[in-house]
């Protein structure tokens, strides 16, 4: 079975690239601030283990808010980085390229933290998969480490020091802001590593 991944260059699908090494990655450019920077992290991990990217870009800017447009959220936005739709979004675009490629089942980022808005659960996972099945193409949408927490992933894929550090979390720029809830999340994770025995580079 060909696989992809829609891979965003964060810590969460960096580590999923590297557990399952799919042949395909699909990084989305949908008018995010920090797209450029996740596109360069995605590309050198691509490179790093052997997988075909492909970037898309969608300007979808005029549809989004939250810190991601650095723009406020709205008031249903569980997080201030949520963004309305998002992942149903991205699955839908990388999905109609991946399909065209040969892609039968495409692999989500998502992990267990995520689960605090509805597209982040298994459940959103789960139905989704159905509604991609029922349509032609029967594409697969999968998210293994949907019931993982970021260190279990890392620590599952086996990623190296070396892969892991080229991504890119930050959610307000392409040079990490140091004070919003993805760079938050890349110190909080590097440090742990660092205090396990993980020494930068």
């Known amino acids: 079975m060909h696989k992809g991944i829609l891979l965003s260059g964060g810590i969460d699908s960096t580590s999923l690239a590297f557990w399952k090494k799919p042949e395909y990655a699909f990084t989305i450019d949908y008018g995010q601030k920090p797209a450029q920077a996740e596109i360069n992290a995605s590309k050198v991990v691509c490179d790093i283990i052997g997988v075909r990217h492909t ?19 709205l008031t249903i936005a569980p997080s201030s980085e949520w963004w309305p739709y998002r992942n149903q979004l991205l699955v839908t675009f990388a999905s109609m390229k991946a399909v065209e490629v040969g892609v039968e089942e495409l692999m989500v980022g998502s992990v267990q933290s995520d689960g605090f808005h509805k597209d982040g659960t298994e459940e959103f996972y789960e139905l989704l998969n159905n509604l991609m099945l029922f349509q032609e193409g029967s594409m697969r949408i999968s998210a293994p480490a949907i019931n993982l927490s970021t260190m279990d992933l890392i620590l599952k894929s086996g990623i190296r020091p070396e892969v892991l550090y080229y991504s890119h979390s930050c959610h307000k720029s392409d040079i990490p802001c140091g004070h919003c809830k993805g760079c938050y999340k890349y110190i909080g994770i590097i440090e742990k590593l660092k205090d396990g025995g993980w020494e930068k580079p």
């Open 55 to 73: 970037v898309i870009q969608v300007d979808c800017r005029q549809l989004g808010s939250g810190d991601l447009l650095q723009k406020d959220a």
